[in-house]
């Protein structure tokens, strides 16, 4: 098994044989019988589904650099796509997916899923692919927006940082501060350009919507989430592994690194599978 989020090499995908998933092949045309992708979800407690809405209205600006460190999905077809995660961009096909609006209330954003599943564009909840969701079936948030990665220390860093970040912001609407303010399409952007460069190149500010260097904007992300890293005992361990992640690259380098050394994708591939099982 190779941890991949996409198939570096041309590949069928085969639908699971269930009405559901034969409708959505069927409505969904190339977008369903193409997505053959390995994304990585975090699912976060919250005490409430107040608390949960709070924390999605405030966690936005703070995904994309998520997808850049997990960045591993940089070869579609046989192709070097030019992304670090091609997955979010096959992910993008989607009519639902993407980073939402603010939503202000449990009602406004029940209302909104309402509507999502009535205009006929998706067939059921189960398929609002926000960026971050509230769970149909758990007491928890849905990160959503990461590739799986390559490497089990860099998952043990996304779901770190994304327990850290739910703490935080959950927090901030515990104590009455306000979300940042963030457009819809700056968030957009900023996803965009985490999945096209991800640590190679600048990333969007969540504070300020501008472009700077990618190791200071996921190094300020573990400062955001400060407290409540050190709190939940985990600030000595995400701190190593940035540092590991930084120091080396995400999946997305390890692919285009070995890929450069062999010059045959299912040599890659193995490597990557020796990775995987290390």
């Known amino acids: 098994m190779a941890a991949l989020a996409t198939s570096p090499v041309p590949v069928e995908p ?30 976060v407690g919250i005490t409430s589904a107040e608390e949960g809405v709070a ?25 070097d796509s030019s992304y670090d995660s091609f997955r979010y961009q096959v992910w993008g096909r989607w009519p639902s997916s993407g980073p939402p609006g603010q939503f202000g209330t449990v009602q406004a954003y029940r209302e909104t899923i ?22 149909d079936h758990y007491p928890t ?12 220390g860099d998952a043990v860093l996304i779901a770190g940082l994304v327990r ?25 952007l900023a996803a965009w350009r985490a999945s096209r460069s991800g640590l190679h190149d600048a990333l ?8 700077e260097q990618a190791a200071a904007v996921v190094t300020g992300l573990a400062e955001h989430c400060r407290d409540a890293l050190a709190d939940a005992g985990d600030a000595g361990a995400v701190a190593e592994l940035l540092a590991a992640l930084l120091a080396r690259g995400n999946g997305a380098a390890f692919q285009r ?5 062999c010059g045959h994708l299912p040599e890659m591939i193995g490597r990557a599978v020796d990775v995987t099982g290390s």
């Open 14 to 43: 085969s639908p699971v044989h269930s009405e559901r998933y034969e409708q959505m092949s069927e409505d969904y045309g190339l977008t369903a019988q193409e997505q053959l992708t390995c994304g990585c979800h975090v699912h």
């Open 141 to 152: 948030i849905e990160v959503r927006i990461a590739d799986v990665c390559l490497r089990s």
């Open 164 to 188: 850290a970040l739910v703490e935080t912001e959950a927090r901030a609407w515990r104590e009455g501060r306000p979300p940042l303010p963030a457009r819809t399409e700056v968030l957009r």
């Open 55 to 79: 924390v999605l209205d405030r966690i936005g600006p703070w995904l994309a650099p998520l997808l850049a460190l997990s960045g591993n999905s940089p070869y579609w077809q046989n192709r």
């Open 114 to 135: 309402r509507q999502m599943v009535e205009t006929g564009a998706i067939i059921d909840p189960g398929m609002v692919y926000f960026n971050a969701r509230l769970s």
């Open 257 to 261: 690194e070995a890929y450069h050394r």
């Open 204 to 211: 969007l500010s969540p504070l300020t919507g501008k472009p």
